[in-house]
């Protein structure tokens, strides 16, 4: 395999073709094994600063690391793996990975293990390293529900690598400085690493000032759509679209705001579920030699326990007498909410009434601000106006319309535009949407062949509640009714302000699921979705799919006016 500065040529590990995966191993282990003799105590460098040589050997050793634990071909993983313990044997101390597994809410216990996923989830995993030459963490998390997953990766695939409007380098770079809005620096290295890959310029990741004015540019849009959505108005699209020569097409501008609402979204399922970094990232492996209880001091201090003290105890597994009679008493709610849609319909007053009040009340729904939140690394450098932050769109007596879902949907209005300036993202998106919104297993605890499309309703537009979105048709006194404080709470602190989301609000919400309805969300053929944490991954999934239309839907209305 070919070597360029010092560096290794993977792209024949992600082929599908047994044959090339084994031809690009051979080629990757003679390089390394090269590079491991030539700074092996006791020897020279080759010819090569030592220094600059371990550099380039330990990074080959993390990425070799990575595919042993996360290639989804076998072949790879035992060859990786088999070239660590080379390179051990000649006194190089190899990485081994930090943490436990792909989430840090979620037991890695009741995650997939890579290499013994059913034939469906092999086939996405392959289709997702094949394309992105990994398999991400995200990925590891969203498999909960195949279904959507496969619609995630095949939207994400045509944003980033198929052809559009906007270059390669570009769509990295946005996907960067929508990510670093949030701090969500496990987004940011993931894009930094694909931006060099297709050949973006190393200056631009020294700050947004170092990228083009026309970038530059995009970021009073990015600010405003990840923290205030509400406040865009055509006059904003205008500038963007009559900058001289740093103007956007409307075609441009378009695939831009769908990567910028897709990744503040993916921000909020990175926080919400409790993303690990990636194993070949800052964060995800260590060079030191674990202790006898299998991890050092380094790696306490850092936050990484042993799986018993990361996760709930043994007992939390046990289902309670609360928590049955919390699943009962919720159920109950909705055959009686049901029965009152049967008997009588609100007046379109009452319904703007119940509608202003909740909208009032989300006001008022904050995470507390005490409660430590998983370090990030300082990304502020990748966008402008660092004090921009969520603020309720009515606080301190300022007043914004309410956005009436009737007079611009994205079922009547938004798809059609997106398709128009941008073909089949449209398509893909409105797929993803009704996917997440519809998602269900029609169980809830040990009740089967329940009807839950009354909760998901209820999730969906308590989100665009927040955004002053109402739909005309829909009684918001069924929120108070259905989602308690705690889920309020979580909900709002993924969807607003996720970089704040803790484990302790993670395991709070819905408890009455916690040791019932996570073992019930199953279907046969998918023996994944018995395991506890389906339910809190696939409520993570709506609060994606309905923040980012949100965000769309006020973005697409300004690009309308614009237009007309």
């Not at 024949?12 to 491991?36: E, F, H, P």
């Not at 297709?198 to 995009?218: H, M, R, S, Y």
């Not at 055959?335 to 009340?361: G, H, I, N, V, Y």
Request: include cysteine; glycine fraction near 6%.
């Amino acid at each position: 395999m070919e070597e360029r500065e010092g560096e290794l040529r993977w792209d024949g590990l992600c082929s599908r073709d047994a044959a090339t995966r084994a031809a690009a191993l051979d080629n990757v282990g003679q390089a390394v094994l090269r590079r491991s003799q030539s700074v092996a105590p006791g020897r020279a460098a080759g010819g090569l600063p030592v220094a600059a040589a371990r550099d380039g050997l330990s990074e080959a050793l993390v990425r070799l690391l990575m595919l042993s634990k996360r290639c989804p071909f076998r072949d790879v993983r035992e060859r990786s793996g088999a070239i660590l313990s080379s390179v051990q044997e000649l006194g190089i101390r190899i990485p081994r990975p930090l943490g436990h597994g792909p989430s840090r809410f979620i037991p890695e216990k009741e995650t997939v293990q890579v290499g013994s996923e059913d034939a469906m989830m092999h086939a996405l995993f392959a289709e997702s390293f094949a394309t992105l030459g990994r398999l991400d963490n995200v990925t590891l998390v969203m498999v909960f529900h195949p279904q959507y997953l496969e619609s995630f990766l095949k939207t994400q695939h045509y944003l980033l690598q198929m052809d559009g409007p906007l270059p390669l380098h570009y769509r990295h770079y946005i996907g960067i400085m929508a990510a670093a809005r949030h701090q969500c620096s496990y987004l940011v290295n993931l894009h930094v690493n694909d931006f060099l890959h297709v050949g973006g310029d190393p200056k631009w990741l020294n700050g947004l000032e170092n990228a083009p004015q026309k970038l530059q540019n995009l970021g009073e849009l990015n600010k405003m759509l990840a923290h205030r959505p509400w406040l865009i108005t055509k006059e904003h699209i205008e500038q963007l679209l009559k900058t001289e020569e740093n103007s956007w097409s409307l075609a441009e501008l378009i695939h831009a705001v769908v990567l910028l609402t897709h990744y503040h979204s993916l921000a909020s399922f990175t926080f919400g579920c409790g993303i690990s970094p990636e194993i070949d990232c800052e964060g995800g492996h260590t060079f030191r030699p674990p202790s006898v209880s299998n991890y050092c001091l380094c790696d306490i201090t850092n936050g990484y326990h042993g799986v018993d003290d990361i996760h709930a105890s043994p007992a939390a597994s046990i289902p309670t007498a609360e928590s049955v009679c919390e699943v009962e008493a919720l159920m109950e709610k909705m055959k009686q909410l049901q029965e009152c849609r049967d008997e009588e319909e609100a007046s379109q007053e009452e319904m703007a009434t119940r509608f202003e009040r909740e909208k009032r009340e989300s006001m008022f729904v904050c995470s507390s601000e005490d409660e430590e939140s998983a370090p990030t690394r300082d990304v502020s450098r990748h966008f402008e106006d660092t004090s921009y932050g969520y603020k309720d769109f009515s606080r301190h007596g300022m007043h914004v319309p309410t956005f009436r879902a009737q007079d611009y949907s994205w079922e009547d209005h938004g798809y059609s535009l997106v398709n128009r300036l941008y073909p089949d993202v449209g398509q893909l998106l409105d797929e993803k949407f009704h996917i997440a919104y519809n998602l269900t297993y029609n169980t809830m605890a040990m009740h089967k062949d329940v009807d839950t499309s009354m909760l998901r309703r209820a999730i969906w537009n308590y989100i665009h509640c927040m955004f002053g979105i109402r739909y005309d048709d829909y009684d918001y006194g069924e929120i108070n009714q259905l989602l308690d404080r705690s889920f309020k709470v979580y909900i709002k602190t993924v969807v607003c302000t996720p970089e704040k989301t803790t484990k302790r609000m993670y395991d709070s919400f819905w408890r009455q699921f916690e040791h019932s309805e996570k073992g019930q969300t199953t279907l046969p053929p998918l023996p994944l979705l018995t395991t506890p944490s389906a339910p809190q991954v696939h409520v993570n999934l709506l609060l994606v799919e309905a923040r980012m239309q949100a965000e769309l839907l006020y973005a697409l209305r300004a690009i309308t006016r614009y237009m007309t």
